[in-house]
């Protein structure tokens, strides 16, 4: 297992994340504890999750993920400073979240004060917004069609994020939190928290998470670009696109206990036409290399220039253990290319 600095942090991560949002619904505590066990035996450090987890999100399981992480803290203390946690206060949206309110500054200590009492913890080593309170271009959002940023009240979302890194220093301040991060956001979120945190003299975020992956890679180059030159960790989120790049899906199957039986937030918006096609190209990349098309899509996800931890997640352990093999893969010039034709093909599958 490699080891990458975190942003302008001291914090080395590894290059595999341990994603945690199947934890509660599709994962029991027993599954979650065998996979921390094996990941961390594998190497792996780190490990993300949210006060919305488990996905989809409902309020009958709403904090159940952190619960479960808590449990296993509870059980492991001598381990806690092995891991380097990672967790997310909720945007606007789902009305059992302080009443689907935005982000502020109280929000932040809110949602962190329960956070840290689920998780069994004294303090969380990154804490993210987990997205913006303006629209952006994510989530299926990201066409002409999609976001309208001449609808954003620039003056307001300044006023607004000024009050967030008001929560943020406080959390700092008091031990709680080590370092912050963004998810889900854009270059111009990154710039103006950048800008702001210079001017009240906050300390700069060190992350930012993102939908990334073959299917979906709107980053590269203009915000991984930023990411890098302003050292801020990139780390993608859905390498597999929610489990297509696998193929488990291809001609419209939908295995049992899969993510796609299960019922959508934001509805199956990355099942579309281009990114079907484009899946059954890299499978058979994936074939002729002798390697699994998840492993594909995960050594290919590791290898991009500005990408400092690919967050994954499993339901079983034989995903995971095949994920986390990936990143001991290295592409072949010859795989890349092939790779690199269908993608030039399919630039945004979805």
Request: charged share 25%; glycine share 8%.
């Amino acid at each position: 297992m490699k080891f990458n600095r975190l942003g302008n942090s001291d914090l080395k991560v590894s290059d595999v994340c341990l994603g945690t949002m199947t934890w509660g619904i599709q994962n029991t505590q027993q599954d979650a504890d065998e996979q921390i066990a094996y990941a961390l035996d594998k190497g792996v450090n780190f490990l993300d999750t949210a006060e919305m987890y488990p996905v989809p999100p409902n309020v009958d399981t709403y904090g159940d993920t952190e619960r479960i992480i808590g449990n296993w803290i509870s059980r492991n203390e001598a381990k806690r400073s092995d891991i380097i946690l990672m967790t997310k206060v909720a945007g606007s949206g789902l009305k059992y979240i302080r009443n689907a309110g935005p982000i502020t500054s109280d929000a932040v200590t809110n949602a962190l004060t329960y956070s840290l009492e689920r998780l069994k913890t004294d303090y969380i080593d990154v804490y993210q917004l987990h997205w913006p309170n303006r629209v952006t271009p994510h989530f299926g959002k990201h066409w002409p069609d999609g976001a309208d940023p001449t609808k954003t009240n620039r003056e307001k979302e300044l006023d607004g994020m000024r009050d967030i890194l008001m929560g943020i220093k406080r959390a700092l301040d008091e031990g709680k939190i080590r370092h912050w991060g963004l998810s889900d956001d854009t270059p111009w979120g990154i710039h103006v928290f950048l800008t702001l945190c210079k001017e009240l003299d906050i300390p700069l975020p060190v992350s930012i998470q993102n939908e990334f992956s073959l299917l979906h890679a709107k980053d590269w180059p203009y915000l991984i670009e930023m990411c890098e030159l302003e050292n801020i960790a990139y780390l993608p989120w859905s390498p597999l696109a929610t489990g297509m790049l696998s193929g488990k899906y291809h001609n419209g199957a939908r295995p049992k206990g899969s993510r796609w039986t299960l019922a959508q937030r934001m509805g199956l918006f990355r099942d579309k036409a281009p990114a079907q096609a484009a899946t059954a190209e890299y499978v058979k990349i994936a074939d002729k290399a002798g390697i699994t098309p998840s492993q594909l899509a995960l050594a290919w996800c590791k290898q991009v220039p500005g990408v400092t931890s690919t967050i994954i997640g499993a339901t079983t352990m034989t995903q995971l253990k095949e994920n986390i093999d990936a990143f001991d893969m290295t592409l072949s010039s010859e795989t890349l290319e092939e790779v690199h034709k269908v993608f030039r093909q399919y630039p945004l599958g979805f």
